[in-house]
C-alpha cells in the first residue's frame, strides 16, 4: 500500500478541490469545516448507536439493520481504499510541486473513496430511512442536506477528490438499498450484510488493504454471531438500564481504540508451518467481542431492570420504556 496510484480524470485532480474551494467565500468554507464533523467515525457510531439502543422505532430488525449497514460501510471503505491505492490531494499536489495550501498536512490515510462521505451516505441515509421521526420528506431532506455537505466539505478541505465524494455516497446509499431489499425478501434478517462485510474484510488485505483491517474482520464476525443469536428476542428493556451498561461498554470501546493505536510491534508465532500474527488476532477478538457486546446490549440491559439504580434513573430522566420520552423534554424546557 503506497498511495502513489493515480486517476487521471478531472474527478481525481487536485485543480478542482483549488477551484471549489476558491470560488467559495471565506465564511462558507468556515462553515463545512464544521459540517465535516459531522461525518467523523466517532459522531457516526454515536448516532449509530443511539437509534439501535432508544430509537423510537418498534421494529428490533429495522435498528439492528443499521447496525449492518454500518458494518459493511466500514469494511467496503477499508478494503476500497487499500485496493484502490489512491493518495489524497495534497501529497498528489505536493508531489507535483504544487502545494494545496488549505488542505491540512497532518492528515494521513489514503483518499478513494471517502469515509465521511460513505459513512454520512449509509448511516444518515439509513436513519431517513429507518427512523419514524416526523414525515418522510422531512427526514429525507435534512439526511441528503447533511450528506451533500459532508461530501462538499472535504473537497473544499482539500482532504478528498471529488470522484472519492462521489463513490462514497453512492456506495453508501446502495449499502441502504441493499438492506431495504433484504428487507423486503424477508423482513426478519439483516445476517446477510454482516456476511457481506466479513467477506470484504477478508479478503481485502490479501489484496493490498492495511487500514482498519482488524477492525472490520472483528466488527464483522462479532456482528454476526450475536445478531445470529438474539434476532429473534425483541428485547424492551428500560432506558435507564441501557444507559446503565452503555456507560460502561462506550469508555472500553474507547480505551481499548487508543491502546491498540499505540501498539505497533506486531508478534508473529509460527504453527503448522504458518506464521500467525499474533497482534492482529488480539485487536481482531477484541474488537469482536466490544462489537458483540454493543449489538447485545439491549439484551443484556433487560436484567439491569430491577436494579434499584436503573429505578431511579428511569424515574429521573425522560424515558417513556426504552425510547426518550420528548414530550417530557419540551414541557420541561417550557417550564
Not at 470560488?23 to 467523523?40: H, K, M, N
Not at 473544499?156 to 446509499?173: K, T
Amino acid at each position: 500500500m503506497t498511495g502513489q496510484r493515480d486517476l487521471p480524470t478531472p474527478l481525481f485532480d487536485y485543480e478542482t478541490n483549488r477551484a471549489i474551494h476558491e470560488a467559495l467565500p471565506e465564511i462558507v468554507v468556515d462553515v463545512l469545516a464544521l459540517i465535516t464533523r459531522l461525518g467523523d467515525g466517532a459522531v457516526i457510531v454515536a448516532f449509530t448507536m443511539i437509534f439501535f439502543w432508544f430509537g423510537a422505532d418498534s421494529d428490533w430488525h429495522r435498528r439492528g439493520m443499521l447496525m449492518a449497514i454500518a458494518v459493511a460501510a466500514l469494511s467496503l471503505n477499508a478494503g476500497l481504499k487499500g485496493v484502490l491505492d489512491v493518495s489524497r490531494p495534497l501529497f498528489a499536489a505536493q508531489a507535483a510541486g504544487d502545494p494545496l495550501a488549505f488542505a491540512p498536512e497532518t492528515y494521513d490515510g489514503l483518499s478513494t473513496p471517502s469515509a465521511h462521505a460513505m459513512g454520512s451516505a449509509a448511516i444518515y441515509g439509513g436513519l431517513a430511512v429507518l427512523m419514524d421521526i416526523g414525515k418522510k420528506w422531512q427526514r429525507y431532506l435534512v439526511a441528503g442536506f447533511v450528506i451533500v455537505t459532508v461530501a462538499l466539505s472535504r473537497v473544499v478541505l482539500g482532504l478528498h477528490y471529488l470522484g472519492d465524494v462521489i463513490l462514497g455516497v453512492i456506495l453508501g446509499l446502495l449499502l441502504v438499498y441493499a438492506g431495504l431489499w433484504l428487507e423486503r425478501q424477508d423482513d426478519r434478517t439483516v445476517l446477510p450484510l454482516f456476511g457481506f462485510a466479513i467477506v470484504v474484510a477478508l479478503i481485502a488485505n490479501p489484496l493490498g488493504s492495511e487500514e482498519f483491517v482488524t477492525m472490520s474482520i472483528g466488527a464483522s464476525i462479532g456482528g454476526f454471531v450475536v445478531w445470529s443469536i438474539v434476532r429473534e428476542w425483541e428485547p424492551n428493556p428500560l432506558g435507564a438500564s441501557i444507559l446503565i451498561f452503555g456507560l460502561v461498554l462506550v469508555p472500553a470501546l474507547l480505551a481499548f481504540r487508543v491502546v491498540e493505536s499505540l501498539v505497533t510491534v506486531d508478534i508473529l508465532v509460527e504453527i503448522a508451518g504458518f506464521e500467525l500474527p499474533v497482534m492482529a488476532g488480539f485487536r481482531a477478538t477484541g474488537y469482536a467481542i466490544l462489537f458483540a457486546l454493543a449489538v447485545a446490549v439491549p439484551v443484556i440491559a433487560q436484567y439491569f431492570d430491577d436494579w434499584p439504580i436503573s429505578q431511579r434513573l428511569q424515574d429521573a430522566l425522560p424515558f417513556d420504556g426504552r425510547t426518550v420520552d420528548t414530550d417530557q423534554i419540551v414541557e420541561d424546557f417550557a417550564d
